[in-house]
């Protein structure tokens, strides 16, 4: 999967606040482009899963939800943010 390789990359999810944040901080977006989040999903009160998505379409700028569930697709077009793993120090001896 998309995540298993991710990992392999040295990739990780994303907290949940990188979607909202990143439509806030995202102003120039060009048309046409949709971002998922990559992060852990979020129940809703039927314990559907959802992840973030930020996008420009003509109507303007959005924060929205896509289908979070493990097997889910997305458009290949729509691009996927993971964030860097944390370098983690070795302990010292």
Same mark, same amino acid.
């Given at each position: ?9 040295? &990739?990780?999810?994303?907290? #949940? =606040? ?9 102003? @120039?977006?060009?048309?046409? =482009? ?6 852990? #999903? ?6 559907? &899963? ?7 379409? @003509? @109507? ?12 889910? =697709?997305?458009?290949? =077009? ?12 070795? &302990?010292? #001896?």
């Amino acid at each position: 999967t998309i995540c298993v390789r991710a990992d392999k990359l040295g &990739l990780d999810l994303c907290p #949940a =606040e990188v979607g909202p944040q990143l439509r806030r901080q995202y102003f @120039d977006q060009p048309l046409g =482009e949709w971002i998922v989040i990559a992060m852990k #999903a979020i129940p809703d009160s039927g314990r559907y &899963l959802y992840v973030f998505g930020v996008g420009r379409d @003509d @109507d303007g700028l959005w924060l929205r939800s896509y289908n979070g569930h493990p097997g889910d =697709e997305f458009p290949p =077009e729509h691009r996927l943010v993971f964030v860097p793993r944390k370098y983690k120090m070795p &302990l010292a #001896a």
